[in-house]
């Protein structure tokens, strides 16, 4: 690991802008501009919002004061999507010097970043899009992800990827290329498993099987999200992690396997097209966070009987 890290709780009090929400065994949303008003009527609310730092690139205006107000009363996880972190070429430096801004404005209680790539040269692509895991591949993606941690003074947590399609040139499996991503760089991960599902389903292999393989030890936050189903030019089924609906009933069975596995994490809805009302998005919110204090109950009681 060549980065050096400032932790949170290391900072002196008077640094900090925002209160220091505590986010452990909470349920998030994604936070969308329309369900402003709803969630301020709300009143009090149990949970913590995720943004995607692209939406807040800019100076100021709208989005940053309302952003203000979300990150006061609550918690707040920034989550990147085009850092390009898997990608052949150098980091774009004017990019991560505003995503290093937005980490500093607004402190979040989370930093994360996708295991893909979406620039080519100077072209920007509105996709997160795969890497052939080769230890050539690794050794960028460690240098990368090195470059922004040092940036930002703090650990990223890395989201695994939703794929599509496999390399022939890959010599490492997925998890395994992503276990030696956590061990070179200290990174933490993002287990997003409707990913795992939507993959599995294409690839033909089992959900299962990859989450008991998975780093969960090195796991700082979960997503959840919906999925659509195609078929492909062969017919065959074809999932696509389009986040525009529920979360599906087979992922909320893995998502309690993995909690039953490593505790309660916090966990974040991803709803990000078609977007209903806030009742709804709420209700999927706390159907996660159910799920979390179950099994927060649980580990207490398996502490209280070690212990007795």
């Given at each position: 690991?060549?980065?050096?890290?400032?932790?949170?709780?290391?900072l002196?009090?008077?640094?900090?802008r925002?209160?220091a929400h505590?986010i452990?065994?909470?349920?998030?949303?994604?936070?969308?501009?329309?369900?402003?008003?709803?969630?301020?009527?709300?009143?009090s609310?149990?949970?913590?919002?995720?943004?995607?730092?692209?939406?807040?690139?800019?100076?100021?205006?709208?989005?940053?004061r309302?952003?203000?107000q979300?990150?006061?009363?609550?918690?707040?996880?920034?989550?990147?999507?085009?850092?390009?972190?898997?990608?052949?070429?150098?980091?774009?430096?004017?990019?991560?010097?505003?995503?290093?801004?937005?980490?500093?404005?607004?402190?979040?209680?989370?930093v994360?970043?996708?295991?893909?790539?979406?620039?080519?040269?100077?072209?920007?692509?509105?996709d997160?899009?795969?890497?052939?895991?080769?230890?050539?591949s690794?050794?960028?993606?460690?240098?990368?992800?090195?470059?922004?941690?040092?940036?930002?003074?703090?650990?990223?947590?890395?989201?695994?990827?939703?794929?599509?399609v496999?390399?022939?040139?890959?010599?490492?499996?997925?998890?395994?290329?992503?276990?030696?991503?956590?061990?070179?760089?200290g990174?933490?991960?993002?287990?997003?498993v409707?990913?795992?599902?939507?993959?599995?389903?294409?690839?033909?292999?089992?959900?299962?099987?990859?989450?008991?393989d998975?780093?969960?030890?090195?796991?700082?936050?979960?997503?959840?999200?919906?999925?659509?189903?195609?078929?492909?030019?062969?017919?065959?089924?074809?999932?696509?992690?389009s986040?525009?609906?529920?979360?599906?009933?087979a992922v909320w069975?893995?998502?309690?396997?993995?909690?039953?596995?490593?505790?309660?994490?916090?966990?974040?809805?991803?709803?990000?097209?078609n977007?209903?009302?806030?009742?709804?998005?709420?209700?999927?919110?706390?159907?996660?966070?159910?799920?979390?204090?179950?099994?927060?109950?649980?580990?207490?009681?398996?502490?209280?009987?070690?212990?007795?």
């Amino acid at each position: 690991m060549t980065a050096d890290f400032i932790p949170t709780a290391a900072l002196a009090v008077d640094t900090l802008r925002f209160p220091a929400h505590p986010i452990a065994g909470l349920a998030g949303t994604s936070f969308k501009h329309e369900h402003f008003p709803a969630i301020t009527a709300d009143g009090s609310h149990r949970g913590f919002f995720e943004v995607h730092a692209e939406n807040y690139m800019g100076a100021g205006g709208p989005p940053h004061r309302i952003l203000e107000q979300i990150r006061r009363d609550n918690p707040v996880s920034l989550h990147g999507v085009c850092m390009s972190i898997g990608g052949p070429q150098p980091l774009d430096k004017a990019h991560l010097e505003r995503f290093r801004s937005l980490v500093e404005r607004y402190e979040p209680v989370l930093v994360s970043e996708h295991l893909a790539w979406s620039t080519h040269q100077a072209t920007f692509l509105n996709d997160l899009l795969p890497l052939p895991y080769t230890r050539e591949s690794l050794a960028k993606v460690c240098d990368h992800i090195d470059e922004v941690q040092a940036t930002i003074g703090r650990p990223i947590l890395l989201e695994n990827p939703s794929t599509y399609v496999m390399f022939r040139e890959s010599t490492m499996g997925e998890t395994d290329f992503i276990r030696s991503i956590a061990k070179r760089t200290g990174c933490g991960l993002l287990l997003d498993v409707n990913n795992v599902f939507v993959s599995a389903i294409n690839h033909g292999f089992s959900a299962l099987d990859y989450l008991c393989d998975f780093p969960l030890a090195a796991v700082g936050e979960i997503h959840l999200a919906g999925h659509a189903e195609q078929s492909d030019d062969e017919g065959d089924l074809l999932l696509i992690d389009s986040h525009d609906g529920p979360v599906a009933d087979a992922v909320w069975k893995l998502y309690d396997i993995v909690l039953a596995r490593c505790g309660p994490i916090p966990t974040l809805i991803e709803w990000d097209s078609n977007i209903p009302d806030w009742p709804i998005l709420r209700a999927e919110a706390m159907a996660a966070q159910a799920i979390l204090d179950r099994r927060t109950s649980i580990t207490l009681q398996d502490q209280s009987h070690a212990a007795a």
